[in-house]
């Protein structure tokens, strides 16, 4: 196969890994704030990163994550407009992702996870080594391609806080595909979906709280899902990059659709399956007009307050990997088209 590009066609500025490491040095806070010199995403064009992937000095190198967990680095990418990254190591994962995909994380939290939630998962042999390549390559791809939300890879058992379940196996990298949901432009509404507020928030959960002029960096509309062959060109690189540099799989996730040898694709937004726990709540069937702790602790003693768990409705869960890759039965994005069987994986 033809090697990745060894570079831009007209090759901008770029910080070597020299530079980063001195921007590094003697600096606690340039473990947050060194923020790199805008790079040039291609959207097909050209590659920013030499070789089709990140270097080990790169601050959202595999390398990096493990090294300091907690530093948060910047990088500025420039597309067709200005995105800015971060880096977050939290519950297992290492993040790479903008402003706007944690608010839309925080807007499918606040639904019930009952939202459209697709995932380009990618499959990959956890070995340590293993696993920093296909990140080093799959991150630089993400940004390559200037997406707009995030993308995460698994490192509790690099870091050694823990194993990589077995059920979710062929899902160690993911890219978040995202596409809206008018449930956003409304307030929660718990988890009763039918019991939505009527008060709107045109551009997500963030649009009536961000100050204007940083409003940008978290709306959320369809003026952000990318095209069936937008995502299909991104399989069709990442399949050809992971190939190249031989980077070992794991087989394609139980659940998932498989793209191709590396990728596949799922909703996991969550579902109500037979076998759902029925949640527990507590209702006051008195209320308590004490006002001291002492008085409402009175109170709960003399029966004003009754906090025994009744059954509640039936809570939605992650979808099991037995209910398939579209278990919600939700719009297929535009990835899958009747071309797709033409690729040639």
């Not at 590094?24 to 010199?37: L, P, V, W």
Request: hydrophobic letters at 30%; a neutral charge.
């Amino acid at each position: 196969p033809q090697p990745p590009s060894c570079g831009p066609r007209h090759s901008p500025p770029h910080t070597t890994a020299m530079e980063y490491k001195q921007k590094g040095e003697n600096s606690e806070a340039s473990r947050h704030d060194a923020k790199t010199s805008p790079g040039f995403a291609p959207l097909f064009d050209r590659v920013v990163f030499l070789g089709g992937k990140l270097d080990a000095e790169h601050p959202f190198s595999f390398e990096k994550a493990i090294e300091d967990r907690y530093a948060m680095p910047t990088v500025t990418m420039r597309a067709h407009r200005t995105i800015e990254y971060h880096r977050l190591c939290t519950g297992g994962f290492n993040r790479v992702c903008t402003e706007r995909c944690r608010v839309y994380w925080l807007a499918q939290n606040a639904h019930g996870h009952r939202t459209p939630d697709w995932k380009l998962h990618f499959s990959i042999n956890k070995d340590k080594e293993n696993l920093a390549l296909a990140w080093n390559i799959l991150c630089a791809l993400f940004l390559d391609h200037a997406c707009d939300f995030g993308i995460k890879v698994c490192v509790a058992e690099a870091l050694g806080d823990g194993t990589w379940p077995e059920s979710q196996n062929g899902r160690e990298i993911t890219l978040y595909m995202f596409k809206h949901s008018d449930t956003y432009d409304r307030g929660s509404g718990g988890l009763d979906m039918s019991n939505m507020s009527e008060r709107k928030t045109v551009g997500g959960p963030m649009a009536d709280l961000a100050p204007e002029n940083e409003l940008h960096k978290y709306w959320l509309s369809a003026d952000y899902e990318r095209s069936g062959s937008f995502w299909r060109a991104l399989v069709v690189e990442a399949e050809r990059r992971l190939r190249f540099y031989g980077v070992r799989y794991a087989g394609c996730a139980n659940g998932d659709l498989p793209l191709g040898r590396y990728t596949s694709i799922r909703n996991e937004a969550f579902v109500f399956p037979p076998d759902a726990p029925i949640g527990e709540c507590k209702i006051s069937k008195e209320k308590s007009f004490g006002t001291t702790k002492n008085e409402q602790d009175q109170d709960k003693k003399s029966k004003k307050y009754d906090d025994t768990p009744i059954k509640c409705t039936r809570m939605a869960v992650y979808p099991p990997n037995y209910s398939g890759w579209n278990a919600a039965g939700q719009a297929v994005p535009g990835i899958i088209s009747d071309s797709w069987n033409r690729r040639g994986f």
